[in-house]
């Protein structure tokens, strides 16, 4: 068993960190997991939605300290290269990714969250990018999502402190999306998934490239870009479809792969 277990139910692709012993800190397995999630959810086109998730009482405590305990400037430079671009891809998947935060989010495993396109905490869960503490700064985007999602004062505070912050804390600087009880976590992130899946695969991908490539444009450009995906959006049978049952009124049958 490896260091990320996947499975599918229902178009949903469940990703679920595997060291528990370790509150699922990231190593050299744990990133190589990543980048064969990114792989399986391109070659695979039933997959609609992803879920990541922790196992035990974390989602993921950040990156294994005796890891980089072994590491040179380089060996270092090396696997938060490797982290940061299986992190990135995840915004230019078609699918949208959802974080299932269960416990811990630190580090590299608040960048994990910040990565993905929807976070939905447990009540238990906490956040926050304690590198400084050992006397190193984040590496896998902790520096610039933080500061681009809650604003780079804030961002600043919680890097130089190291900080930690609740589930509701980060739910009202926008960290997070939805903070529910516990035990409710995993069914409340599958009913979420399932009704994403439930959309048109190539819309859901043209809203995705709209939000995350228009956000990094000016406003202007931004708009111009959304203009022109809501028109490619027609091309699809999805659309015609969807219009069809809306004056059918009968419930839409969009494709199930993309």
Avoid: H
Wanted: charge should be neutral.
């Amino acid at each position: 068993m490896g260091a990320i277990v996947f499975e599918k139910e229902d178009g949903i692709l469940w990703a679920r960190l595997n060291r528990p012993e370790a509150l699922n800190a990231i190593n050299e397995e744990v990133v190589e997991g990543l980048e064969k999630l990114v792989a399986k959810v391109r070659e695979e086109k039933d997959i609609r939605v992803v879920v990541i998730i922790g196992t035990g009482k974390a989602f993921c405590a950040g990156a294994d300290i005796k890891m980089f305990l072994r590491s040179d400037t380089f060996a270092a430079r090396e696997i938060i290269e490797r982290l940061g671009k299986a992190l990135e891809a995840f915004e230019d998947l078609d699918v949208p990714v959802i974080a299932a935060i269960n416990g811990f989010a630190l580090g590299g495993g608040c960048e994990m969250a910040m990565a993905c396109d929807i976070v939905i905490a447990s009540e238990k869960a906490s956040f926050g990018q304690p590198e400084i503490n050992i006397g190193i700064i984040p590496g896998a985007g902790g520096t610039q999502r933080l500061a681009r999602l809650i604003g780079w004062k804030r961002a600043m505070e919680l890097c130089l402190t190291g900080d930690r912050i609740s589930a509701g804390e980060a739910e009202r600087l926008g960290l997070v999306n939805k903070v529910v009880k516990d035990e409710e976590l995993e069914n409340e992130v599958r009913n979420l998934a399932k009704k994403i899946a439930e959309k048109s695969p190539y819309a859901v991908m043209l809203v995705k490239q709209a939000v995350n490539r228009g956000f990094k444009m000016g406003l202007k450009d931004g708009i111009a870009y959304e203009r022109d995906l809501f028109a490619l959006s027609f091309s699809s049978e999805d659309a015609r479809e969807g219009m069809t049952a809306f004056v059918e009124k009968r419930k839409a049958e969009f494709r199930k792969t993309r």
